[in-house]
C-alpha cells in the first residue's frame, strides 16, 4: 500500500479582481491566477487567485495545512480587508489521492480552525480513491 498524497489549496475567488494588487498586498505570489473569461463557461465562473502547497505524500492533512498556513500567518487582517474590499470569498481545499482503506488522519487541528475562522473561511475536501 502507499502513502497518500495531500496537496492544500487556499483561494481567494471573485467578480473581477487582479492578481498583482492581491500579491503586493500580500506579499506572495499566487501558484495560479485565472480570470473568469479565460474558464469555458465565464458566466457562471469566478476569478481566482489560488496558493497551493506540493502535491506529497503525507500520513496527516494538518501536515500540509500547516505549511499553507505558515506562509498566511499574520495577514488575517489583509486577507479580510481584500475579502471586503474586492467582495472576495476566502477557502481551502483539501486535495487526498489514496488507495480505498489507506487514508490519511483527516483531523484540522485547534489552530487550523482558529486560523480558518480568523479569515472567515471555507474547506472543501476533495477524496480521490483508487
Keep these: 500500500m502507499s502513502i497518500s498524497k495531500i496537496r492544500i489549496d487556499f483561494w481567494l475567488t471573485g467578480d473581477l479582481f487582479e492578481a498583482d494588487e492581491v500579491s503586493e498586498i500580500l506579499q506572495i505570489e499566487p501558484t495560479k491566477f485565472k480570470r473568469k473569461e479565460e474558464y469555458p463557461l465565464p458566466q457562471t465562473a469566478l476569478t481566482s487567485w489560488k496558493l497551493s502547497t506540493k502535491k506529497e505524500e503525507c500520513k496527516a492533512v494538518c501536515w500540509q495545512f500547516e505549511k499553507l498556513i505558515n506562509l498566511l500567518k499574520g495577514k488575517e487582517g489583509l486577507i479580510i480587508e481584500l475579502c471586503e474590499q474586492y467582495e472576495l ?33 471555507e474547506v472543501g475536501f476533495d477524496l480521490y480513491i483508487d
Aim: aromatic content about 6%; proline content about 3%; hydrophobic content about 60%.
Design 89 to 121: 470569498t476566502a477557502s481551502f481545499t483539501v486535495v487526498v489521492e489514496m488507495e480505498a482503506g489507506n487514508g490519511p488522519e483527516l483531523v484540522l487541528t485547534k489552530d487550523i480552525i482558529l486560523f480558518i475562522a480568523a479569515i472567515n473561511a
